[in-house]
């Protein structure tokens, strides 16, 4: 099976709303990597955790590698926020730094 | 930022042709990767490397080849292109145990 679990799939937000996206993981990760691919199809560095939280305008990132999840917040929803969010870790005891992503969320603003 | 260029940013291949897929970095980062995704799908390894002239298998690099003359180069070879190659191919380089940074995509149809 997968061993990150992207959820939802899909996410529409009024302007000004907030959500959360989350990834599950099969097994212990060692950091997190969350990335936009935005509408001219370029992957946007989001954030990069090893643990704890972090926040960045209205995204804030969040790493629990015991339990096994990561989540990512938007608050007050832009249209630029538009896209396809993915998470992607970095397995253990790996030394080439090799990403598993997960299938990404795709964002859209409800007008 | 880092960068990570990556060309063309668009092909149109035939099947059955041969395609190179470039990729250049001004970082000095050691790590160099090859990532395909497709529609639905997260990002998937095909084909990295951690120093020049060597490579490493990923995760799908059947009908792959990968090249590494130098630490700031890596290209991506389709020998044969089939018209299950038709996705969006990303190029990333990292540092031992940090982020990867990511080119912009190239969108690559093999007709």
């Known amino acids: 099976g997968d061993q990150v679990e992207q959820s939802p799939s899909a996410l529409s937000l009024h302007e000004g709303t907030g959500s959360a996206l989350r990834c599950n993981f099969t097994t212990t990760m060692r950091a997190v990597q969350w990335f936009r691919k935005n509408s001219r199809g370029s992957l946007i560095n989001l954030f990069y955790?090893?643990?704890g939280t972090k926040e960045n305008g209205r995204l804030k990132s969040a790493f629990d590698s015991k339990e096994r999840y990561s989540t990512l917040h938007i608050r007050d929803a832009q249209l630029e926020d538009s896209g396809t969010y993915f998470c992607a870790a970095f397995l253990p005891g790996t030394g080439s730094n090799r990403l598993t992503f997960g299938k990404g969320t795709k964002f859209s603003l409800i007008p | 930022e880092a960068a990570v260029t990556q060309s063309p940013r668009s092909k149109v291949a035939v099947t059955g042709g041969k395609v190179t897929l470039s990729c250049h970095q001004t970082?000095?980062?050691?790590?160099m990767y090859w990532y395909r995704q497709d529609t639905g799908h997260g990002l998937r390894l095909i084909h990295y490397?951690?120093?020049?002239?060597?490579?490493e298998k990923g995760d799908i690099p059947d009908g792959y080849k990968a090249s590494r003359p130098s630490q700031e180069n890596f290209s991506l070879i389709l020998e044969l292109a089939s018209l299950s190659q038709t996705a969006v191919y990303f190029c990333a380089s990292s540092a031992g145990n940090e982020r990867l940074f990511f080119g912009h995509g190239t969108k690559l149809s093999v007709l």
């Open positions: 955790l090893a643990s």
């Open positions: 970082n000095n980062h050691d790590y």
């Open positions: 490397s951690y120093v020049a002239d060597s490579t």
